[in-house]
């Protein structure tokens, strides 16, 4: 794993390298803060808890995980730099984990930073501080599901900002695949079987799931399955690129 963690310790840095970093975060921490207290009503709501500030993660990540993807591969394409990356004694499957621990990395730190909320809860009430850990865990989870996705099409083009596109498109799909509106136009023309299948591709189900408090090992599992699968999906197209 040397190798993964260099690739970790270079992409970790160069977040740090410009002001990205800190605007990111800074945009993230005042998102999150007004859909809590302003969209969520938290204080209207009268209760010790962080569901309302759970509620719109789904939502921030739509937006916020396919900008830090989006920059992943398609500008070591753009620049050329690709290609130097992959002369180097590094299988492709490392720089891809390398590269996507990192982003998830600064993601979770961007999450970390918001424990100040958590705090705020405790004080004002008695929380169940088991549900609001699971609800950080899903919140994690689902980051991580999100710059997967972003990873693997990220690396399919040369342009942030039709990676950046795509992601958004992708996600949304996923997210409301366990939406009625969704699953009512899949039951018009499909079994029942495949209804079911795709209601449980949902990630906004799954993460709903475990932001209750209830951290069934089935949502825990779909997540880490759905990351594995879309970094093998990023692992095969840089192959692809590697090939020609």
């Known amino acids: 794993m040397t190798a993964v963690r260099a690739v970790f310790r270079r992409e ?3 977040y740090f390298a410009t002001p990205l970093a800190a605007v990111f975060l800074v945009i993230f921490l005042v998102l999150a803060g007004v859909c809590t207290f302003q969209l969520g009503g938290f204080y209207e709501a009268g209760q010790a808890d962080l569901q309302a500030f759970f509620r ?3 939502w921030l990540y739509l ?3 396919p900008a830090i993807a989006m920059r992943l591969w398609a ?6 730099t690709l290609e130097l990356l992959l002369t180097l004694p590094l299988a492709p499957w490392q720089a891809v984990l390398g590269k996507f621990l990192a982003a998830w990395a600064f993601l979770g730190l961007a999450l970390a930073l918001t424990f100040p909320m958590w705090i705020t809860v405790a004080w004002l009430g008695d929380p169940d501080h088991g549900v609001i850990l699971a609800g950080y865990l899903g919140s994690w989870l689902m980051a991580g599901a999100f710059l997967a996705v972003g990873s693997a099409l990220s690396a399919a083009t040369r342009s942030q900002v039709v990676a950046f596109v795509l992601t958004v498109v992708t996600c949304l799909v996923l997210l409301l695949a366990g939406f009625p509106v969704a699953l009512d136009w899949v039951r018009g023309w499909a079994a029942q ?5 795709v209601a449980a591709l949902s990630f906004l189900t799954h993460f709903q799931a475990i932001s209750r408090g209830v951290l069934d090992l089935r ?9 594995a699968a879309w970094l093998a999906a990023t692992v095969i197209v840089i192959d692809m690129k590697k090939a020609d």
């Open 12 to 14: 970790f840095l160069s």
């Open 56 to 58: 719109y993660h789904p």
């Open 63 to 65: 937006l916020l995980a």
């Open 75 to 80: 500008e070591e394409r753009k620049s050329g």
């Open 193 to 197: 079987p495949v209804v079911d299948a």
């Open 219 to 227: 949502d825990v599992v779909f997540f880490l399955l759905c990351i």
